[in-house]
């Protein structure tokens, strides 16, 4: 905990389960996936040489994938252990808060977000950040979870991944992700659906909830193996718990 974060408060709450994620989140499947990573900085567009910053950029694997892209790029994060995991893959790190990011007006041409947005409490601030630091006709890119539209699957979800995450804050749905980008100030904005196939024991374990929010999470979801309820796919795979989660690339460009 950072001096002056008080306890219980929202920042303590994120840094403690990160703190603690933080050497399975590096060496995640999921998180560090080359065709993943690789659709999402063809969905970008780099331009070499472009100054590129990575928003909660975890142990630094989207950093590194930018700079492989011929970006000069930075990360910023607020859990430390994460920045500490970043800082062995090399590259530029900072500590900062995504709703209040360390760094001047315009000072970016290009700003990424991957799968971070949904443990932000405010985040028509941050999207409203991200593009602050982000120069005119420059590009914002954020990859997170799609929440259904119903509202019903959408609480089943919220509460599975609530059951798993206590530092998750909210699903947003496509119509809400791209209202907050145009009011935030981006325009010609282009949006892309994306499927990913999460593995139960390896996602969940991964964020070290207790048993029992473990095990009620998994009932959850085994629950609608033959009826969607929560807006996931969801199968057995031998012993093996699996489901698809549906996630949202959206792109835009800093209008002024």
């Not at 085994?222 to 009826?227: H, K, L, P, S, T």
Request: charge should be positive; glycine fraction near 8%; proline fraction near 5%.
């Amino acid at each position: 905990m950072s001096k002056g974060t008080a306890p219980g408060s929202r920042a303590s709450i994120v840094k403690a389960a990160f703190a603690r994620q933080a050497r399975d989140f590096a060496r995640s499947p999921l998180q560090t996936d080359p065709g993943r990573l690789r659709r999402l900085i063809e969905f970008l567009g780099p331009r070499r040489g472009e100054r590129a910053l990575d928003v909660a950029c975890g142990p630094g694997i989207v950093t590194a994938a930018l700079d492989q892209a011929g970006l000069l790029s930075c990360g910023v994060d607020l859990t430390l252990e994460m920045l500490r995991e970043a800082a062995s893959r090399g590259g530029r790190f900072v500590q900062g808060d995504t709703v209040r990011l360390p760094f001047k007006e315009a000072a970016f041409d290009v700003v990424v977000c991957r799968n971070s947005l949904h443990h932000v409490l405010d985040p028509a601030a941050a999207m409203r950040e991200m593009t602050r630091v982000v120069r005119p006709g420059g590009r914002l890119v954020v990859e997170d979870m799609r929440a259904p539209d119903d509202t019903d699957k959408r609480a089943y979800h919220e509460t599975i991944e609530r059951l798993r995450d206590v530092s998750h804050a909210r699903t947003l749905t496509r119509g809400e992700l791209t209202s907050m980008a145009a009011a935030a100030g981006l325009a010609d904005l282009e949006d892309v659906p994306i499927t990913l196939v999460i593995d139960f024991n390896e996602w969940v374990d991964r964020a070290y909830p207790a048993p029992e929010r473990r095990e009620r999470a998994r009932r959850m979801l085994e629950a609608r193996i033959d009826q969607d309820r929560c807006g996931l796919k969801v199968w057995k795979d031998g012993d093996r718990l699996k489901f698809e989660r549906q996630s949202l690339m959206l792109k835009g460009a800093r209008t002024a």
